[in-house]
């Protein structure tokens, strides 16, 4: 089964900018659709961006849309989340999730179906 880990969370001031990594062992992506929640403290797990398991098709949540891009390595052993234009509403724990897909390119968006989770890398933004 595959492992995630994730990496590039820190300290940054609002606008500037972070890129988060992910990056599969015991496997890669190939099997899998990855996706990046976040949770904030005392709130629920929300979905922040999610790729197909082709790659083809990219969604973002409304909040971050136009700010942070998600993208994936050609050797699908890596999944990025470059983050700009940083807010103090930003501020999380930031998650790498995969799930197991049959399908080519169906982007899931809700945290329950995904199988396998990271340990989460600490984002703050402040003003």
């Known amino acids: 089964q595959v492992q995630l880990v994730e990496s590039g969370g820190g300290l940054v001031q609002a606008g500037g900018s972070l890129r988060l990594s992910c990056a599969a062992s015991r496997g890669t992506f190939s099997n899998y659709a990855p996706g990046w929640f976040r949770q904030a403290p005392g709130k629920e797990r929300e979905f922040v961006a999610a790729?197909?398991?082709?790659?083809?098709?990219?969604y973002y949540s409304d909040s971050v849309k136009g700010r942070f891009t998600m993208s994936r390595n050609n050797a699908k052993t890596t999944v990025y989340l470059q983050m700009n234009s940083l807010k103090p509403e930003d501020t999380a724990v930031y998650y790498c999730a995969a799930v197991i897909s049959g399908s080519w390119n169906t982007v899931i968006t809700t945290p329950a179906p995904y199988d396998y989770w990271g340990q989460g890398t600490e984002v703050t933004v402040s003003s």
């Open positions: 790729i197909s398991r082709s790659g083809g098709n990219i």
